[in-house]
């Protein structure tokens, strides 16, 4: 099948099962999925929709617009072993609410690593502590939507919560689709000179400033990234991973994760394993990035 266009989901999940299956793999574990309250969700979904200066100001179709419980059949039927809800506020007196939500979806989707969120404001540490003390297993922090400093000294107790109990955090800081007050590799820099131990995962490979977080992970042991949207052709229109970057994206092999952004993303998911597969960097790599090292990260 064309992996662009939206076929029958049950189609597509026998190419996406085939995908895995060729490389010996119980499956897939998808870093960066998103599920949320459903109008929140649905308020995201209009803001792309409604193609906002966040998205670049791109025409961005959502592929999988369906609802909660069938979303989390199709990841099932794709054979995604162990997936997230990466959830973000973007206003103080917001994080504490998504993650009561989010523990409740966690507790219902056995293959949902319990994500929580964060966000700078007072009582930040009380309840990245309470999170983790209930098992969160993973947080998403949004700098581009949360419009925050993440290196912001109301976050440094909480940077510090986390590092201490190795949770990692999946972290939009990059200047992608369309950069922030706050994206950009500096401010990430000053908050792992403070927490070097931190586990941060970076978003969408750090897009468009590829080489700069690839610096950060090369000297962080702790730093990984996420593929989502990148090498896809929608993303390489317009912000492309440079081709000399490639050796050092075979070094880090053990610390990039597959993310995908499902549900949101403008073609099948199927086209994001595809473009993986085209950068020829081997099916060790390819088993690494699709499962095997965010099994080792998250024990599964």
């Keep these: 099948m064309n992996d662009h266009r939206v076929a029958p989901v049950s189609e597509e999940a026998g190419e996406v099962r085939r995908f895995w299956e060729r490389l010996g793999l119980p499956g897939l574990v998808d870093v960066h999925t998103h599920f949320m309250p459903e109008r929140v969700l649905h308020k995201v979904w209009d803001y792309f929709d409604s193609v906002g200066p966040l998205t670049g100001g791109m025409e961005w179709p959502i592929t999988y617009r369906t609802e909660e419980a069938e979303r989390t059949a199709v990841l099932r039927e794709f054979g995604v072993r162990a997936f997230t809800a990466m959830l973000y506020p973007h206003k103080p007196g917001m994080a504490r609410w998504l993650n009561g939500w989010a523990a409740d979806f966690a507790a219902r989707t056995p293959d949902c690593l319990h994500t929580c969120t964060l966000y700078p404001e007072p009582d930040v540490e009380a309840y990245v502590r309470e999170a983790v003390e209930a098992g969160a297993r993973v947080f998403k922090a949004h700098v581009q939507v949360g419009g925050y400093d993440p290196a912001d000294e109301l976050l440094q107790r909480a940077w510090g919560v986390l590092a201490e109990a190795g949770v990692p955090v999946v972290i939009h800081c990059g200047s992608g689709p369309a950069p922030g007050k706050h994206t950009g590799p500096e401010n990430i820099a000053r908050v792992l000179a403070r927490h070097p131990g931190l586990r941060l995962i970076v978003a969408h490979m750090g897009m468009p400033e590829y080489t700069e977080f690839l610096d950060l ?38 610390r990039v994760l597959l993310g995908s952004d499902f549900p949101n993303i403008p073609y099948a998911y199927l086209h994001q394993l595809r473009s993986l597969e085209r950068l020829e960097l081997g099916d060790a790599w390819l088993r690494a990035v699709c499962h095997d090292n965010a099994a080792d990260l998250f024990g599964l």
């Design 217 to 254: 992970a090369e000297r962080y042991g702790e730093v990984r990234l996420d593929t989502t949207m990148a090498f896809t052709d929608f993303t390489e229109a317009f912000m492309p991973f440079p081709a000399a970057e490639l050796p050092r994206l075979t070094a880090l092999g053990d």
